[in-house]
């Protein structure tokens, strides 16, 4: 299931109608979809660029949907850790696993990430920003014994949801082996 198809561009104009369900279909298709000019010079693609910058994105929605459907439960957009300035898309404090969906275009996704036309360098820095932030914010998290999944927002929700609910389990598990108490 290639979100790359040449059907993509038919996802943007119809999102909801997305029949692969995608996390994030609005997003990388809208950057990918206008390859005349640049990317960033339509209102339906600056608008797009800053839904994924925001909480609450369509991606988020689903995943935190489908993980509720199964059950489980999460704090939505707030910080793993109190020092850390840095709020994940869904956290589970007992499990401490911390969720975040990355948007294609702002985390460089290696499948959807193209080179913009115009102000390439401005862009390009700005995505390398963004990725090392990420990279340290995943150490910080695992000094303090959490544990950071990241999922890509065109990644499928089912399996991007099973990936989530995996690392929740076996954290719950371990915990439970270490303080049998609880
Ligand atoms: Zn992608």
């Known amino acids: 299931m290639s979100p790359t ?12 109608g997305c029949a692969e369900d995608h996390l994030g279909c609005n997003g990388y298709l809208a950057y990918m ?19 994924n910058r925001s909480r609450d994105t369509r991606p988020e929605l689903l995943l935190r949907r489908e993980l509720h459907a199964k059950g489980y439960r999460y704090r939505v957009a707030s910080r793993p850790l109190p020092d850390l300035r840095r709020t994940a898309d869904l956290v589970f404090s007992r499990a401490k696993v911390a969720v975040f969906v990355d948007g294609c275009f702002w985390h460089g996704c290696p499948i959807h990430h193209r080179l913009a036309k ?23 998290l695992a000094e303090a014994g959490w544990l950071s999944v990241r999922i890509w927002e ?7 949801a099973l990936r989530v609910s995996q690392a929740v389990d ?11 108490q609880n």
Do not use: L
């Not at 979809?33 to 839904?51: N, Y």
């Not at 065109?154 to 991007?160: I, L, N, P």
């Open 170 to 180: 076996s954290r719950r598990r371990a915990v439970r082996s270490t303080s049998p």
């Open 154 to 160: 065109h990644e499928d929700v089912a399996s991007a």
């Open 33 to 51: 979809g206008d390859s005349s000019q640049s990317w960033a010079s339509t209102p339906a693609v600056r608008a797009s660029m800053r839904a």
């Open 118 to 140: 115009r102000n390439r360098e401005y862009w390009e820095q700005k995505v390398q920003r963004n990725r090392r932030r990420d990279s340290e914010v995943d150490a910080r």
């Open 5 to 16: 198809s040449a059907s993509g561009a038919n996802c943007s104009a119809s999102f909801d």
